[in-house]
């Protein structure tokens, strides 16, 4: 009987070391500090294809690497792992400061002007896994009006989506604002608005980069129009739309 005992309890054991053998899998670390855990598929001089335990696929390159290795993970806890190679598609709540400038003109009110906008802009990124930004934000416009003597104001409240569409370090991004912009001078009332941007985001840390691109955006507003034609000239306040088109430098953190 006792022999009995002993014989089970080897077989016992040797059933759950065999239970926990050691799955090797490669792990690359980014210079960034995310962590990719799973199967490199390809792998070139310049870049390197790995495939995560959940079937998703990461290409980089080799200059966005800092270490590939093997690394040991046990079959039972796989789930850890597959936790440890997603980490970096986990959504997470960040901010962004923005500062833009450049030409904004008006029909009929005013032509080719200076302006200057700060905003900032909370919300969430790494959406559904994807490197996708989504938020909403404040800013302040003010464009410079030769017939005026004090700059053209404008609060724009809105929300952002911004897409950066390679998994690099650096890569290209586009993104859309839209929402509504509040006029704060006298005689110039804000309206719905809408802009569409494009440029180069570089990241910087896991949670941080920075970006700059050019932008194209245009607001309906209430100002003061000049209008001439065969009759004569007319100045009336009403409806036109104004067009903005610069540069913007963020920082994502």
Known sequence: MRH??????????????????????DKITLNTGEVYIG???????????????????????????????????NESSSTSGKQASEI????????????SGG???????????????????FGAKNISGKDVFLGIGVGYNFTFIPSTTDPVSFLPVFLRFQNVLLKARTA???????????????NYNGGPMIRASVGIVHKTGYKSDIYAGIYAGITSIYAPLTVTNDLGTFNYQGQTSMTNLGLKLGFHF
């Open 4 to 25: 009995n005992l002993i014989l089970l309890f080897f077989v016992f054991i040797s059933i759950q070391l065999w239970g926990q053998e050691s799955v090797s899998h």
């Open 39 to 73: 199967e490199i598929i390809a792998k070139t001089d310049e870049l390197v294809m790995i495939k995560t335990q959940s079937g998703k696929r990461y290409q980089f390159q080799l200059s966005e690497v800092k270490k590939i290795e093997k690394t040991n993970l």
């Open 88 to 99: 970096n598609t986990k959504g997470f709540f960040c901010g962004n400061i923005e500062l």
């Open 103 to 121: 030409i904004s003109d008006a029909k009929n009110s005013f032509v080719s002007s200076p302006f200057s906008e700060g905003s900032m802009v």
């Open 172 to 186: 290209p991004f586009i993104g859309v604002d839209a929402g509504y912009s509040f006029g704060l001078n006298q």
